[in-house]
């Protein structure tokens, strides 16, 4: 049996419908809320131009992470 969502997506193809964009997005935290909201309209429209997706189908998901839950060259965010 093909899930529900998956159903949709295929049938949306068939009927010559633009399908969903996902975009996961890593960030450390401390970003402001008009940082995000610029990032995410950024993505949106690259999404629009670069796989002809219509607007109100990208998602943008925002992962925020802590200083001291990233590291990079070995050495924690926080201690950088």
Do not use: H, W
């Not at 049938?11 to 402001?32: L, Q």
Request: charged share 30%.
């Amino acid at each position: 049996m093909i899930p529900p969502a998956l159903t949709n997506r295929i049938c949306d193809r068939e009927r010559g419908e633009k399908t969903m964009p996902a975009i996961f997005v890593n960030i450390i935290e401390g970003k402001t809320r008009e940082q995000k909201d610029a990032l995410v309209k950024k993505l949106t429209e690259a999404a629009v131009e670069a796989v002809d997706a219509l607007p109100e189908k990208v998602s943008v998901f925002i992962n925020e992470f802590p200083a001291s839950s990233v590291a990079r060259n070995g050495i924690m965010y926080d201690k950088q």
